[in-house]
């Protein structure tokens, strides 16, 4: 799958992509989100809210996890936050830790602009069976 199928996919994404991520690589190893920082994005302290982070490492998860044929959901999640963010950009990299036949386990990467880490996100995904992912839309 191309990235502007991926693109128009997870444009369905309303969430994500209404709070300014953007999907900039998917492969069937990797994906790269990204998240330019904005005001709405900060805390009542001025730092970049938690779910800020947390929203845009899910996204990554979704978007190597899903594709073509193939729904996964999260089934459990933990981010560990490492560093406050100091640039203005975040990126998160999703990788295949484990891609088994009926679970899988990610590794999302998140850092700033500036090659500071900022959180470490791990998820294992359920792959849903053909009888309930043939209900959901095809790309």
Same mark, same amino acid.
């Given at each position: ?35 330019a ?20 490492a ?14 996964? #959901? &999260? *089934?459990? @999640?933990?981010?560990? +936050? ?8 975040? $990126? ?6 484990k ?18 880490? #900022? &959180? *470490?996100? @791990?998820?294992?995904? +359920? ?8 209900? $959901?839309?095809?790309?």
């Open positions: 799958m191309d990235i502007k199928h991926a693109r128009e996919f997870f444009s369905n994404d309303r969430f994500a992509t209404e709070n300014g991520i953007t999907l900039e690589e998917r492969d069937e190893r990797h994906a790269v989100a990204s998240l920082l904005a005001e709405r994005h900060r805390n009542a302290h001025g730092g970049v809210m938690g779910g800020a982070i947390f929203t845009l899910d996204f990554a998860f979704a978007a190597l996890t899903n594709g073509p044929g193939r729904s996964t #959901v &999260a *089934q459990q @999640v933990s981010i560990s +936050f490492l560093s406050a963010p100091k640039g203005s950009r975040l $990126v998160a990299t999703a990788r295949f830790r891609d088994g036949r009926s679970s899988c386990v990610v590794n999302v990467d998140v850092a700033d602009d500036t090659g500071r880490d #900022v &959180a *470490q996100f @791990v998820g294992t995904g +359920f792959k849903l069976p053909d009888c309930i992912a043939s209900a $959901v839309p095809a790309w």
